[in-house]
């Protein structure tokens, strides 16, 4: 009597070689669908002074970016500055997704103890954004980094 174990496994094999095609293609192209700016609202920062980080979304048609769950910045501990208070986020009424033609704000205090010149602002922002279309959410992180001038 031939087994039919070798012959199974060859057909599972196969199918689950040809499922994951689609979805690997997805997370390949995610990073496209939303395009993102970073800046300072001010070019120059004095020791011990505050700015924002100003964050500019950018999805592609069929694509949005959520409000909420809030997005959220973290700034590497070597980083010259630190994040200081909530993440402001404009949303639009009606929809509750991010408001795409205003900047997301982020403040940060520049450490007192930075030095004069550039600096680098070193970070991660965590969002979140969905396409219409296909019905399905992803959350996302960009790393950045922002270079300051310290006087």
């Known amino acids: 009597m031939i087994s039919t174990k070798p012959?199974?496994?060859?057909?599972?094999?196969?199918?689950?070689?040809?499922?994951?095609?689609t979805a690997v293609s997805q997370l390949k192209e995610s990073p496209a669908d939303v395009g993102i700016g970073v800046s300072a609202s001010r070019d120059t920062v004095a020791p011990g002074a505050m700015a924002e980080i100003l964050f500019t979304f950018t999805p592609r048609k069929g694509f949005h970016v959520n409000a909420v769950p809030p997005m959220a910045v973290r700034l590497d501990s070597a980083a010259p500055a630190i994040v200081t208070g909530a993440i402001v986020i404009p949303s639009d009424t009606v929809t509750g997704y991010l408001k795409a033609?205003?900047?997301v704000r982020q403040s940060f205090s520049l450490a007192r103890t930075a030095a004069t010149g550039?600096?680098?602002?070193?970070?991660?922002?965590?969002?979140?954004?969905?396409?219409?279309?296909?019905?399905?959410?992803?959350?996302?992180?960009?790393?950045?980094?922002?270079?300051?001038?310290?006087?």
């Open 7 to 21: 012959f199974i496994f060859v057909i599972l094999a196969l199918t689950l070689l040809a499922l994951p095609a």
């Open 101 to 103: 033609s205003l900047p």
């Open 118 to 151: 550039r600096a680098a602002l070193r970070g991660v922002l965590t969002y979140y954004y969905c396409s219409d279309a296909e019905g399905w959410c992803r959350k996302e992180t960009l790393p950045f980094t922002l270079p300051v001038t310290v006087k």
